[in-house]
């Protein structure tokens, strides 16, 4: 067990809908990193947040979104799903900008129908 | 801009056999890090190693090994007397300085190893 948890483990909705998935970081961790894993495109960084603010952007969709919480606590906000979106999702949260380490949560498995 | 390739899509072996799990990495930085997570099939990712650029020294853990050479940008994992339980996608991922836009890992497109009874 990483220390990292995420909610829901699966989530299963239609196109055009609109999903929040959740991160809770290890105690102590103040980045958190979100990565989609697909078929297509392997897995891929999202974005990252430190300590309530945005510091890195990947390969994020537009209608994709997400922030930290002052506990720390993350969300990733899609929106008009497709069923392209399909993908197990996961948080990885680290201590800080000069630690390495990034430990995975067990992922949401999101299935667009 | 960084790139990971894991030629290497699947490897069949058998028990007892050693295998080796091959990474090659580019990257403009001086300084970065290279890491192995193992992808079970419950799906989690496991963090296994992790290895600064600038320490070439090569490491071993009970049956695994790694072998990092900077003059190939190389940095291969093998596994010593497989065992089923080594059943897994491992991945292979890079990851920039401190200080920079780079600090999230890239992830190379993994090599599913199955290891047969």
């Known amino acids: 067990d990483s220390g990292v948890t995420q909610t829901p483990k699966h989530l299963i909705t239609a196109t055009g809908q609109r999903v929040t998935l959740r991160c809770s970081p290890r105690?102590?961790?103040?980045?958190v990193y979100w990565y989609q894993q697909s078929l297509d495109q392997g897995l891929q960084f999202l974005i990252q947040?430190?300590?309530?603010?945005?510091?890195a952007k990947g390969n994020i969709l537009e209608r994709f979104s997400a922030q930290q919480f002052p506990d720390l606590h993350s969300e990733l906000n899609l929106s008009s799903l497709e069923l392209g979106d399909s993908a197990l999702y996961f948080c990885a949260s680290s201590m800080g900008q000069e630690y390495n380490e990034q430990f995975f949560g067990p992922g949401t498995r999101l299935t667009v129908l | 801009a960084q790139k990971v390739t894991q030629a290497q899509t699947e490897i069949s072996v058998v028990e007892k056999e050693d295998v080796t799990l091959d990474c090659v990495y580019e990257?403009?930085?001086?300084?970065?890090?290279l890491f192995w997570y193992k992808q079970p099939p419950s799906g989690e990712l496991v963090f296994l190693i992790r290895r600064n650029s600038f320490d070439e020294q090569n490491e071993i853990s009970g049956r695994y090994s790694w072998n990092f050479q900077k003059s190939t940008s190389s940095f291969n994992f093998t596994i010593t007397a497989s065992q089923v339980v080594d059943s897994a996608v491992y991945f292979c991922?890079?990851?920039?300085?401190?200080?920079?836009?780079?600090?999230?890992?890239?992830f190379g497109s993994g090599t599913r190893l199955q290891v047969q009874p």
């Open positions: 105690s102590g961790d103040l980045s």
């Open positions: 947040y430190y300590n309530g603010e945005e510091r």
């Open positions: 990257t403009r930085d001086t300084t970065y890090y």
């Open positions: 991922a890079l990851m920039g300085p401190m200080d920079t836009g780079r600090r999230a890992l890239t």
